[in-house]
C-alpha cells in the first residue's frame, strides 16, 4: 500500500526559507500527481504546490506562487518543497498528498478531492 512519509518541518525565523520532503513507498512513482496542502489553524486544507511525477509539470497556488519551488527525484521516489521569504501566513501544518496513478485531474492538481493517500504532516512554525 502506498505511504508517504514527510520531513524538514521546524521553526523558522521570518524571511528565511525552508525545504520539505516526501518520500512515496508502496508502489511505482511514476503516473501521478503529488501535492503539498497547507493547514493553518482553524482552518482548511490548501493546495500550494503540485507536481506530475511524469514529465514533472509543475502548479502553484495564486497564493504562494514566487516564493515556493517544488521539484521531485524520481530515482529516490522524493519529492521536495522550498519554501523562500516564510512570512506567519505559511506557517501551519504541511501534508503531502498522492493521487493513485492516472489519478491526475486536469486543472484540479491542488484540489483535495482528487487526492487518495496523505501523509502524517510535518509543522512549520514562523518566527517573526
Known amino acids: 500500500y502506498v505511504q508517504l512519509v514527510e520531513s524538514g518541518g521546524g521553526s523558522v525565523q521570518a524571511g528565511g526559507s525552508l525545504r520539505l520532503s516526501c518520500v512515496l513507498s508502496?508502489?511505482?512513482?511514476?503516473?501521478?500527481?503529488m501535492t503539498w496542502f497547507r493547514q493553518a489553524p482553524g482552518k482548511g486544507r490548501e493546495g500550494v504546490a503540485a507536481?506530475?511525477?511524469?514529465?514533472?509539470?509543475?502548479y502553484y497556488s495564486d497564493s504562494v506562487k514566487g516564493r515556493l519551488t517544488i521539484s521531485q527525484d524520481s530515482a529516490r521516489n522524493t519529492m521536495t518543497l522550498l519554501i523562500d521569504s516564510l512570512n506567519p501566513e505559511d506557517a501551519g501544518t504541511y501534508y503531502c498528498?498522492?493521487?493513485?496513478?492516472?489519478?491526475?485531474?486536469?486543472?484540479?492538481?491542488?484540489?483535495?478531492?482528487?487526492?487518495?493517500?496523505w501523509g502524517q504532516g510535518t509543522q512549520v512554525t514562523v518566527s517573526s
Open positions: 498528498a498522492t493521487t493513485t496513478r492516472s489519478g491526475c485531474v486536469v486543472r484540479q492538481e491542488l484540489s483535495v478531492g482528487v487526492y487518495r493517500y
Open positions: 508502496g508502489d511505482a512513482y511514476s503516473g501521478r500527481c
Open positions: 507536481i506530475r511525477t511524469t514529465g514533472a509539470t509543475t
